[in-house]
């Protein structure tokens, strides 16, 4: 993929950008002393999912993703609310550019749906649902390079998933092998869930209420994490998206 243009802000570059896969794999392991902080409580930066105005330095960030990114109504199409983590990281810097996202998709299954997307930034949130239905990382590999390819977008952003506590061991061997192929293509594997990993592969406490989606806290959590995130990758080094 092409590099992306040089960067549109300057932000101070933070240790939450996890570029190999040892890194990535030891902070999941890690964050128990760190996951309890509480969430921020702060009002989202556009209520209701409205977008904030937006300016000709904002960052386009494209969303493609399930449940954890589709948002209450389960469907990306039908617009942000409180469950969508991009209601809290747009602004500042960042503008919603479209994507795709729906409850319960696959890998696979973005990869069929989405279209291509005018933007600077993609965030690509995948893969419990592969764990859910037993699909190993290798067997979905070849999608998530269709999503990149599809979108288009000057730069890519692999983001981890959470902890899944009907198969945590599992989702910790997916997340490994996700993370090791993003690190040997160039692209940025990010953590934004570091807030909410607890020991052996669950949940930090009350950070979800079901095993598998953060509460409404984690959401805007979430949400915060990665616009900082996103920033982040825009103030590094235009190589650190494969070329």
Do not use: K
């Not at 409580?41 to 904030?52: K, L, N, Q, W, Y």
């Not at 288009?152 to 945590?168: E, K, N, S, T, W």
Request: hydrophobic share 45%.
């Amino acid at each position: 993929m092409t590099p992306g243009s040089s960067p549109r802000r300057s932000v101070r570059r933070r240790a939450r950008l996890l570029g190999t896969a040892a890194t990535v794999t030891a902070a999941a392991l890690a964050v128990a002393l760190s996951a309890c902080s509480a969430p921020s409580t702060t009002a989202p930066r556009a209520e209701g999912g409205v977008a904030p105005a937006a300016s000709a330095d904002d960052l386009r960030v494209a969303v493609v993703g399930d449940s954890l990114s589709a948002g209450r109504s389960g469907f990306l199409g039908n617009g942000l609310d409180d469950e969508s983590w991009m209601t809290y990281a747009q602004g500042d810097g960042v503008v919603f550019a479209g994507g795709w996202a729906r409850a319960g998709a696959t890998v696979e299954q973005m990869a069929a749906a989405v279209s291509p997307v005018d933007a600077d930034v993609l965030v690509l949130m995948g893969g419990t649902n592969d764990v859910r239905h037993g699909t190993r990382f290798a067997e979905a590999e070849a999608s998530y390079e269709s999503i990149i390819g599809t979108v288009g977008a000057d730069r890519v952003l692999i983001a981890a998933i959470p902890p899944y506590q009907p198969a945590p061991e599992e989702a910790m061997d997916y997340e490994a092998d996700l993370a090791s192929w993003a690190y040997g293509e160039g692209y940025p594997l990010i953590d934004p869930w570091l807030f909410a990993r607890g020991a052996d592969g669950q949940w930090a406490p009350a950070t979800s209420a079901d095993g598998i989606h953060p509460t409404a806290a984690g959401y805007e959590r979430l949400g915060r994490e990665l616009h900082e995130l996103i920033l982040d990758e825009a103030a590094s080094p235009a190589d650190s998206t494969r070329g």
